[in-house]
Nanobody, 115 residues
Framework: QVQLVESGGGLVQPGGSLRLSCVAS????????MGWYRQAPGKQRELVAI???????NYADSVKGRFTISRDNAKNTVYLQMNSLKPEDTAVYYC?????????WGQGTQVTVSS
């Protein structure tokens, strides 16, 4: 059974940091794409950062210079280091993985940035 399990969310003050993790299990085949998306209340889900085979990354303009995506291929795990967090970063963060013609989503982890 395929599972994507996120962790690391929580409540943090503006300017603080969090590190999200997403572990993929039960996947047969090479995962060529892993990414983080987020959805704030009343808004559409949006891309935050992706990392593809070979290590190429891409970021939303709103998080460039503050967030860093990385991946441990041996552990099928993707990370999102979030620094200098702002209240507008508050959202549910979802992990996405793609392999072959298949993609799956995690259940999401809440990130709240507030004083």
């Amino acid at each position: 059974q395929v599972q994507l399990v996120e962790s690391g969310g929580g409540l943090v003050q503006p300017g603080g940091s969090l590190r999200l993790s997403c572990v993929a299990s039960g996947i047969t085949g090479r995962i060529y794409y892993m990414g983080w998306y987020r959805q704030a209340p009343g808004k559409q889900r949006e891309l935050v950062a992706i990392i593809i085979s070979g290590g190429s990354t891409n970021y939303a303009d709103s998080v460039k210079g503050r967030f860093t995506i990385s991946r441990d291929n041996a552990k099928n795990t993707v990370y999102l280091q979030m620094n200098s967090l702002k209240p507008e970063d508050t959202a549910v963060y979802y992990c996405n993985a793609r392999w072959g013609s298949i993609e799956d989503w995690g259940q999401g982890t809440q990130v709240t940035v507030s004083s």
